[in-house]
């Protein structure tokens, strides 16, 4: 399994902070595999999903998630679901979060993407906000066998409500050149 990670400095560079790294993706391409790569950076790696309905797929999911390295943080409807994501970022941690919701849901908005509205997740840039984290937007793509390529969509400081919207509409964008080129 070859992976290709331009500018690797960059997620160092950040996690040398000491805030963290939230890295906001979507189910496209080999996201499972990029989220490999950042096992690579010596902090531990916490995907935050939403827990399986299904008590047997739960279970079979979790393992093979943990098998990886991967610590797992479930998601949830609670306002206590986010302490977990902050607990991880004060130790310095990686966390990863989906930002294409499978429906609607709470903490989505609406954008433009293919010239649809469609909803989007914009926790991973209002907890990046509330932690002071840096954010930086990976994508995984297959490029041939066994090997994949993660494009970065850049890194992302937001501090303020409108440097959450601008970061959110810039991987939104980024996401959505990447899907057309794909």
Not at 114 to 133: D, K, M, S
């Amino acid at each position: 399994l070859v992976r290709e990670v331009p500018q690797p400095e960059l997620f160092r560079a950040a996690l040398a902070e000491g805030r963290g790294l939230v890295v906001p993706t979507a189910h496209f391409g080999g996201w499972d595999i990029g989220a490999r790569f950042l096992c690579d950076l010596g902090r531990p790696v916490n995907l935050v999903v939403a827990p399986e309905p299904n008590p047997t797929t739960r279970q079979f999911m979790h393992s093979l998630r943990t098998r990886f390295g991967f610590n797992i943080i479930y998601s949830g409807g609670s306002i206590f679901a986010a302490l977990p994501v902050r607990a991880a970022l004060r130790r310095n941690e990686v966390v990863g979060m989906q930002i294409d919701p499978w429906g609607p849901s709470p903490g989505a908005r609406e954008i433009d993407f293919f010239g649809r509205a469609a909803p989007f997740q914009t926790g991973p840039f209002v907890i990046a906000r509330v932690a002071r984290a840096p954010l930086i937007p990976v994508f995984t793509v297959r490029t041939g066998l066994r090997r994949y390529q993660m494009r970065i969509a850049g890194r992302f400081d937001p501090r303020t409500a409108a440097d959450v919207a601008a970061a959110f509409e810039a991987t939104v964008r980024f996401y959505e050149r990447l899907v057309r080129e794909r």
